[in-house]
């Protein structure tokens, strides 16, 4: 309370009133005695190593369809290679490397995160068809190269083929469930 003229009477428990109710002369000593018995408490019960060990313990994967969980359509997402610069959608590929229209950073790999991005919202495998829509090449061959360079595994053996996206995840120390940032954008 700043109003030092203020009164404060308790109608049913003083004690609580007490406890919560701080006059601002003794705001200081109140948080400096919060801060105390925080970090006597914090040190005396658990060590940093106990709590990596509940943390990794009592961890649990959350598998989620995000598109499901907030009702977005996949029509509305916007497609492209974002630059690892600028954050900006739709680099352009030019042979072996991608270029940004805005920045003119240039990268060799940028396609490898927008694959990661790709696998936490649509699933861990992708087509030729699906990649080439997503990273916006028409040259199926330069498409097939880069599979080739990631060293994905294929499933199947005919056009219907697939390619698995969770080695890349594991390539790149992506996370392998929840909490990823993806680079992908909603539209208005």
Not at 30 to 44: F, P
Not at 144 to 170: D, P, V
Request: charged letters at 20%; aromatic letters at 6%.
């Amino acid at each position: 309370m700043t109003n030092q003229n203020a009164i404060v009477k308790a109608l049913s428990n003083p004690a609580l009133v007490q406890e919560f109710v701080v006059r601002s002369p003794a705001l200081t000593i109140k948080i400096n005695d919060i801060q105390a018995n925080q970090q006597q408490t914090r040190s005396t019960i658990y060590s940093p190593k106990e709590i990596s060990l509940l943390i990794t313990k009592h961890h649990s994967l959350r598998n989620i369809n995000i598109l499901k969980e907030f009702d977005i359509d996949p029509t509305e997402i916007m497609t492209g290679v974002a630059c690892p610069d600028c954050n900006k959608l739709a680099m352009e590929k030019h042979p072996r490397k991608w270029s940004c229209p805005n920045c003119k950073h240039q990268s060799k790999n940028a396609h490898t995160q927008t694959l990661i991005d790709y696998s936490f919202l649509f699933g861990t495998n992708i087509s030729i068809r699906e990649m080439c829509r997503i990273l916006h090449i028409n040259n199926v061959r330069s498409v097939r190269r880069m599979l080739k360079e990631l060293s994905l595994n294929r499933i199947g053996t005919t056009y219907n083929s697939r390619y698995c996206l969770e080695s890349l995840r594991k390539q790149q120390n992506a996370p392998s469930s929840e909490g990823a940032f993806v680079h992908f954008i909603i539209l208005d």
